[in-house]
C-alpha cells in the first residue's frame, strides 16, 4: 500500500481539496498506521505549548554567555600551545645553525657568500646561453615557418581582442 501522499498530507498543514479529503478519510478507514499517524499530529496541534519558568531567558543567557567564555578561553589555551609547541620545534632544528654560526661566524660567512657568487654566475650563465639561442633560432627555421608562426599569433590576439572587447563593450541606447 502507498502511504506516500497520504502521510505528506498529514504531516503538512497543507489545504486539502475536497476529493483528496475524500481519498484521506477512505484510507484512514482501513489503514491503522496512517490513523494513528493523524491522531498524534492531532494531538499535538491541540496541546497548548508550555510556557519558560520564570527567569529561564536570563538563565539562558548566563550559561550562553559562560559557555562562550570558556570556549574563548580553550581556543586561548590551543593557540598558546601551538605557538609555544612551534618555537620549541623550530629552535631544536635550528640550534645546530644557530650554533654553527655563534661557534664559527666566519665559516657561514664564506659558505654564504659562496652561495650568492653561485647564483649569480648561474643567473648570468642562463643569460647567457639564452642570448645565444635568441642568435640562432632564427637560422633555423625558414621564412615561411616564421610568417605561419606570425600569422598565428596576430590571429590569436585578434581573436581574444574581439572576444574580449564583446564582453565589455558598453550597451547603445537611452540611459535613464
Known amino acids: 500500500m502507498n502511504h506516500q501522499p497520504f502521510e505528506e498530507w498529514l504531516l503538512t498543514d497543507k489545504f486539502l481539496t475536497p476529493a483528496e479529503k475524500r481519498e484521506l478519510d477512505l484510507h484512514l478507514r482501513t489503514c ?3 490513523t494513528a ?5 492531532l494531538a499535538l496541534r491541540s496541546a497548548r505549548a508550555a510556557r519558560p519558568a520564570a527567569g529561564f531567558t536570563l538563565r539562558f543567557q548566563q550559561k550562553l554567555a559562560a559557555q562562550k567564555a570558556l570556549e574563548r578561553r580553550r581556543r586561548l589555551l590551543g593557540m598558546v600551545s601551538l605557538v609555544f609547541s612551534s618555537a620549541v620545534l623550530l629552535a631544536w632544528l635550528a640550534f645546530p645553525y644557530l ?6 661566524p666566519t665559516e657561514w660567512l664564506t659558505t654564504l657568500t659562496g652561495y650568492l657568487l653561485y647564483v649569480t654566475t648561474s643567473i648570468r650563465a642562463l643569460g647567457d646561453a639564452s642570448l645565444v639561442l635568441l642568435r640562432v633560432i632564427p637560422d633555423l627555421l625558414p621564412p615561411y615557418a616564421w610568417m605561419a608562426l606570425a600569422s598565428t599569433v596576430a590571429g590569436l590576439s585578434l ?3 574581439v572576444s574580449i572587447w564583446r564582453f565589455i563593450r558598453l550597451p547603445q541606447g537611452a540611459v535613464s
Open 37 to 41: 499517524l493523524s491522531a498524534t499530529g
Open 159 to 161: 581573436l581574444s581582442s
Open 32 to 34: 491503522a498506521d496512517c
Open 99 to 104: 650554533n654553527a654560526l655563534i661557534v664559527a
